[in-house]
């Protein structure tokens, strides 16, 4: 028995849903439609070896860092962000230990225990994880197939006294975890109108955007938010090079206004004092070879392919008994079954067929819908896809 009591939210903390599967994958045989992991098969081991060899030559890396992050990658990021359509310079961009870390920074400066934040539901749920351990009031906005409901959540504040009206809108608008949605130029353009009118702050996470399968998608709301309240923008924009990259190098960065950066990096120097320094030199170097894009590239053609096998077998093995929308980019399918399932009872038998998928409860914050799943198509190959879809068809044979 310890002497005092854990704090209140760690008495008896929800871990990762994600992260309880990890005990099946060493099942042998298993194939994981589960984890939102890139594709081994794209990592570009030797433009990272090549940027590793230059970070350390020169010893620099070793040293502690500016808890900002060091010059080269704030300036490589900043490239990034404005190949993405914002206007954005270095010191507009603080680097973070992932794009996790960001939105926990951002809860520590901005959330008092009780503050309500609004979350798009289904939702990543990291997030809703971490409003949790903030003792936040959490707020599921609802989606569709086009990702966040913008009219019903206008809707839903015009209702709300004051005091409950969010802080925070977190959204991760283009191609979501869990749903692959992207939200339409106008629905984006409404939803910053609608944050100027209520006096929230949107938290625009985005890891994906750039695993795009069409050519035209709509700007960032950040970008949005710039066009139409200039100074004013209430976007805080997430990123991260965990999808596109590698996530060992757990290099994320957020994207906001001189105020909020500098609240931040108080709050960062509490946690971990900097981002690795070897971390943000090997990213820097990466980045300053001009090896991005192509790397960018040969993960939208892949992915592209993957997401192509899982909708075919999709169709083809499970037809009317489930809904989903086929994603334009990101790494995952959301899938509704139409006929009567029991959750646990599906789990079971796919994990006995030999299939893992993510049950959909994990991405609600309240009253999950028991009946959805989340398909990665990220990390399997093609032929890994077309047998786990057979698998999965086999388990709603045996569960529905
Ligand atoms: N946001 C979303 C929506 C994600 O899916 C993930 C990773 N699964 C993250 C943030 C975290 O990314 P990072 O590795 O940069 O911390």
New binding site residues.
């Given amino acids: 028995m310890l002497p005092i009591p854990f704090a209140s939210s760690f008495v008896n903390p929800a871990g990762s849903a994600i992260r309880e599967l990890f005990p099946y994958l060493s099942q042998p045989g298993i194939i994981s439609l589960a984890g ?1 992991y890139p594709s081994p098969s794209l990592f570009d081991a030797e433009g990272l070896q090549e940027a590793a060899a230059r970070a350390l030559s020169g010893g620099g890396a070793l040293q502690y860092g500016a808890t900002e992050g060091m010059p080269a990658l704030r300036e490589a990021l900043a490239l990034l962000c404005r190949s993405r359509g914002m206007v954005c310079s270095p010191s507009d961009l603080i680097v973070t230990t ?4 960001a939105f926990d920074l951002l809860l520590r400066i901005f959330i008092e225990p009780g503050d309500t934040v609004c979350v798009e539901t289904p939702a ?1 749920p ?2 809703i994880q971490a409003l949790r351990l903030a003792n936040a009031k959490i707020m599921a906005a609802p989606v569709d197939g086009q990702g966040l409901d913008v009219d019903a959540l206008a809707a839903r504040l015009a209702l709300l006294p004051m005091a409950q009206r969010p802080r925070l809108v977190y959204t ?1 608008p283009t191609f979501s ?1 869990p749903c692959g949605t992207l939200l339409p130029a106008a629905r984006r353009e409404a939803l910053v109108r609608l944050a100027l009118q209520y006096h929230f702050l949107i938290v625009e ?1 985005d ?1 994906y955007g750039e695993l795009s399968f069409i050519d035209d998608r709509p700007p960032s709301l950040y970008a949005v938010g710039q066009r139409i309240a200039g100074d004013g923008n209430p976007v805080l924009y997430l990123s ?1 090079l ?1 999808k596109t990259v590698a ?1 060992a190098l ?1 290099i ?1 960065w957020l994207t906001a206004p001189p105020d909020v950066l500098r609240r931040c990096v108080v709050a960062k120097q509490t946690m971990d004092l900097c981002t690795s320094p070897l971390a943000q030199q090997i990213a820097a170097e990466y980045l300053g070879a001009g090896r991005y894009p192509a790397g960018v590239e040969r993960a939208r053609t892949e992915y592209k392919q993957r997401m192509q096998a899982m909708a075919d077998g999709l169709h083809a093995r499970l037809g009317k008994k489930i809904a989903f929308v086929q994603p334009q980019g990101g790494m995952f399918v959301w899938l509704r079954s139409t006929v009567p399932v029991n959750a646990k009872q599906l789990f079971e038998a796919a994990v006995q067929c030999g299939v893992l998928y993510v049950p959909g409860a994990a991405f609600y914050p309240e009253a999950p819908d028991l009946g959805t799943l989340r398909l990665s198509f990220a990390a399997p190959d093609v032929g890994q896809i077309q047998e786990g879809i057979e698998r999965l068809a086999r388990a709603f044979a045996q569960a529905s």
């Fill in positions: 939102g992932g794009s996790q870390q990543y990291a997030a991760v975890n996470d890891p991260s965990s996530p757990r994320g």
